[in-house]
């Protein structure tokens, strides 16, 4: 009875020892905002143009730090906000939005789209595509490229970006 019991204490131990060196997980969001000029005389009517935000920093490491986590670490980053807004007016010179992530060493990748513009608005959300996007925050810089279709003249536009990223990851040990 001794030993089964014995056994038993053993067990439990090994088994509550086990259960504590599971990894520990964090998710946290990072915001990035920047504008992007569209000059009017730069655009046909109902013909794609491209426009490129400036670069943003992504301050990535001094954010994992701050999560207690580390680039190494870091299972997924996905995009889970990209606004688009007007100060001045509204947004129905546009017909359609595409916008790609890029970054030096990286493809460009699309993150978000809209391919009908609703009348009268001064803001609008895009269609975000599910897409893994770590190594591209993992950069120091990245940058938007914002290919536009419009349908009348804009005198010109100086569009707000608001995006919003979700990172999951692990915690360090």
């Known amino acids: 009875m001794k030993k089964i019991l014995g056994v038993l204490i053993i067990l439990s131990l090994v088994v509550l020892n086990l259960s504590c060196k599971k ?6 969001d990072i915001d990035y905002t920047t504008t992007l000029s569209v000059p009017a005389a730069s655009i046909t009517v109902n013909v794609p143009a491209d426009f490129n935000s400036p670069e943003i920093p992504t301050d990535s490491k001094d954010k994992f730090t701050s999560e207690k986590t580390l680039q190494n670490l870091v299972d997924e980053i996905k995009m889970t906000k990209f606004d688009i807004s007007v100060a001045n007016g509204n947004l129905n010179f546009l017909k359609s939005l595409s916008i790609y992530l890029k970054t030096s060493g990286l493809g460009d990748i699309l993150v978000a789209s809209k391919t009908t513009i609703p009348q009268g608005v001064s803001s609008l959300a895009m269609d975000l595509q599910d897409v ?4 591209y925050i993992f950069k120091d810089k990245i940058q938007f ?3 536009v279709t419009i349908q009348s003249s804009p005198t010109s536009a ?3 970006m608001d995006q919003r990223v979700h990172v999951k990851a692990k915690l360090v040990k």
């Not at 990894?23 to 946290?28: A, G, I, R, S």
């Not at 893994?132 to 190594?135: A, D, L, P, T, V």
């Open 23 to 28: 990894d520990k997980f964090t998710e946290f």
């Open 132 to 135: 893994n996007i770590k190594e």
């Open 145 to 147: 490229r914002v290919t």
């Open 158 to 160: 100086q569009l707000k």
